[in-house]
């Protein structure tokens, strides 16, 4: 019997998106729940194109952005810890916690890409940032990320310096906004079918199943 092949999936996300990290754990949850192997690929995507250097304290982003009171940023944060448990993800949560610039960390990935390593690199970042509440912006912090994906350090350092890869990152966001990608995470799959939104293990199941048969 012939394993399936994979579905590919391109992921437009950004590595601060808490739903990004939910809705990728619900499809691999889904992928391995119903056998159909998955073929991830991550595109750059900033929530915040404006967010200074010093970033912005995240309860007050929260509010700024989308008028949230405090009550219902806790009720969110909340429900997103919960969300993270049930499927493996820690967030941890903190009121000092700060939403930062993520534009060197989307470099990052993209040249941990040429070197087959995007995945790990997406993953260091996101525990990064909500669980070791790490800024994300720092080149010490995506050192240490490409480090546990297995990269180079000095390497991916001088990477971030000569900001070789922000042309390629640059042009990549823009084809995705062009294309009506305005949220995050966003799925493509198989090349032709956008999910938007953290979809639940049940729907990305079924998507695959679908996709699987057809």
Known sequence: MTEASPIRVDIVSDVVCPWCVIGYRQL???????????????????????????????????????????????ASRHRLTELGAELGFEFNYAADMRMVNTFRAHQLIDWAATKGKAHEVKMALFASFFTDRRDVSQPDVLGDAA????????????????????????????????????????????????????????????????????
Do not use: C
């Open 147 to 214: 480090v546990a994906a297995g990269l180079d350090r000095d390497e991916a350092l001088e990477v971030l310096r000569d900001e070789r890869m922000a042309g390629d990152v640059r042009q990549k966001q823009q084809f995705w906004t062009g294309h009506g990608i305005s949220g995050v995470p966003a799925m493509v799959f198989s090349q032709q079918h956008l999910v938007t939104g953290a979809q639940g293990v049940e729907n990305y199941g079924r998507i695959l199943q679908h996709l699987a048969e057809a």
């Open 28 to 74: 691999a949850l889904a992928s391995e729940q119903t056998g159909i192997p998955v073929e991830v690929h991550w595109h750059p995507f900033e929530l915040n194109t404006d967010m200074p250097p010093e970033g912005q304290n995240l309860r007050e982003h929260i509010a700024q952005k989308y008028g949230s009171t405090i009550e219902e940023s806790e």
